[in-house]
């Protein structure tokens, strides 16, 4: 799988949106784009994926640059429960595992 | 509401010990992973498994550890004998594939390992 840089850490205050930048310059045509997330002292969660188009949910909004080289978290409303670290990964196969890099940690102060 | 369940959450053993985790993934789901994490290396992968075939053990050290699936609701994951550097936080996770797509992965909430 392509690999992904994202920056070792970033901080931000509660209540104000977040962008957590991930760089994927080898990304491939079939590769997907997940981003998961882990709170202290618990396992990794989905946060949200996408392949081409920007994506929503309710955590998070995906948006994704037109030539894929890079891809950006958004928090829209920092909380402080979004005190995390943060993994973008790319995964091209159903049924593959996600290998995970180094992240970003994201400090959120009120 | 459905969720990995991981025991024991928490195990302190002695180096040259057995250690056995076990992991019941989501209802219905084919695959399981196997991850370990500890400060230095963050989450390596150890192994996964798909329909309870292993795909890929090549994060395992092979000498020492073991992954299995006794059976669709169960999945294992040994070390004997057990070394102090094995102290980690171990996770398991499920997921269903089907065809080209798949789910994301649902992790459990680990079990902490301490090899003294």
């Known amino acids: 799988d392509a690999k992904t840089t994202q920056p070792n850490s970033m901080e931000s205050n509660e209540e104000e949106p977040v962008h957590l930048p991930c760089n994927h310059s080898?990304?491939?045509?079939?590769?997907?784009i997940h981003w998961y997330r882990q709170l202290p002292s618990q396992g990794p969660e989905y946060v949200i994926h996408?392949?081409?188009s920007n994506v929503n949910n309710r955590m998070a909004s995906l948006a994704i640059a037109e030539d894929r080289k890079s891809s950006t978290l958004i928090l829209h409303r920092a909380t402080l429960r979004d005190a995390a670290v943060y993994y973008c990964?790319?995964?091209?196969?159903?049924?593959?595992?996600?290998?995970f890099g180094k992240g970003t940690t994201l400090s959120v102060s009120s | 509401d459905a969720r990995v369940t991981q025991t024991p959450r928490h195990k302190v053993t002695e180096m040259g010990q057995e250690v056995t985790m076990r992991c019941q993934p989501i209802l219905g789901h084919n695959t399981v992973f196997w991850y370990r994490q500890t400060m230095m290396q963050g989450l390596e992968l150890l192994a996964y498994?798909?329909?309870?075939?292993?795909?890929?053990d090549s994060g395992m050290p092979k000498d020492r550890f073991s992954a299995e699936m006794p059976d669709a609701t169960l999945a294992t994951l040994k070390i004997q004998p057990s070394e102090p550097r094995d102290s980690a936080v171990y996770f398991c996770?499920?997921?269903?594939?089907?065809?080209?797509?798949?789910?994301?992965?649902?992790f459990g909430q680990g079990t902490r390992l301490t090899v003294v």
């Open positions: 996408g392949l081409t």
């Open positions: 080898t990304i491939s045509g079939t590769d997907y």
């Open positions: 996770a499920s997921g269903l594939a089907q065809g080209s797509k798949d789910t994301e992965a649902f």
């Open positions: 498994f798909r329909n309870r075939a292993p795909l890929d």
């Open positions: 990964i790319l995964k091209n196969q159903a049924g593959t595992a996600l290998i």
